[in-house]
């Protein structure tokens, strides 16, 4: 392979920009491939984490999880750049931190908005809409909702009712929806996504043919082997990546689905028992009781 590679690159005299941005566009989707590969090969770890985590407010979660994540890669990638600034890398180098900078910079961007936006989501009960695609909405919602049932005062169970019904009644069937979707179903519905991963493998395939085109002119055999090998590389990257999105989403809204069910449908049998009378003392754990105020409060 390395043989191909060289014969197959651009000589000394030929600018080397097209084939440096194919190779680090390649080694991105790899980086890319492996970090998604790990994320869903520690799946049952990383939900159990989410599920502790995700329960607190939607802000609080945005500024004390996503951000410093965010922070971190932000500070990974620059201190990449500034190497390559100092170092005289060339061509391949800026290429390389052009390409990957644009990741953690969006991400950055979006962390930052949908943190202000969801702050107004927070400050409201019981909510007018949780999203499906939103674990942090749904579990932040149910851990509220499991925090009011135990309150002993109930102050507004009229709100309680109606923050259960959004749970059971609209956000349960919606995830059981999402959970047995086929992969076409899901790729129309991440149109964005799917948009993106295949635009990118066929760009970067575009830039693979374009920069071994003289070569493929003349007729060497290496340089076809080596572009039926790229071909195959980029294709399995991207399609391997979609699959794994999939099944991750799959797997996310299973976990989703059997929590509001177990939590809220638990919450919901304790309400209709007490309301009939039915519920034995103590049913459902010790109750919690408002302390009285104070003067610090």
Known sequence: ??????????????????????????????????????VYLLRHRIERANILV?????????????????????AAVGG??????????????????????PIPAGMATWAAIHSVRQRRFDEQWPPDDIPADNPVRIRSTLRRVVRHDADAEQPDPAALDRALALLLDQVLPALRQRRDRGPGR?????????????GWAVAT????????????????????LFLA??????????????????????YQSTILADEVQQSAGAVRRR???????????????????????????
Request: charge should be positive; aromatic fraction near 8%.
């Open 80 to 101: 990449y750049g500034i190497n390559t600034a100092t170092q005289e890398v060339g061509w391949p180098g800026y290429l390389g931190w052009v390409l990957g900078m």
């Open 229 to 250: 090998a790229a071909t195959l590389v980029i294709g399995f990257l991207a399609v391997g990546l979609l699959t794994l999105l999939y099944r991750h989403s799959r």
């Open 271 to 297: 309400i209709v028992e007490r309301r009939l009378g039915i519920a034995a003392p103590g049913d459902g754990g010790q109750r919690r009781r408002r302390r009285p105020p104070t003067h610090d409060d």
């Open 205 to 224: 395939l575009a830039a693979t043919a374009v920069a071994a085109f003289p070569h493929l002119v003349d007729r060497r055999r290496s340089a076809w």
């Open 54 to 74: 995700q329960g607190m407010r939607e802000h609080e979660y945005f500024r004390s999880v996503q951000q410093p994540v965010v922070a971190v890669l932000l």
């Open 1 to 38: 392979m390395t043989r191909l590679l060289v014969t197959a690159a651009p000589s000394a005299d030929e600018p080397p920009v097209l084939f440096a941005a194919a190779v680090w566009s390649v080694l991105l989707m790899t980086a890319v491939f492996v970090s998604v590969l790990l």
């Open 186 to 198: 899901w790729l129309r519905e991440h149109g964005k996504t799917t948009t993106v991963v295949l």
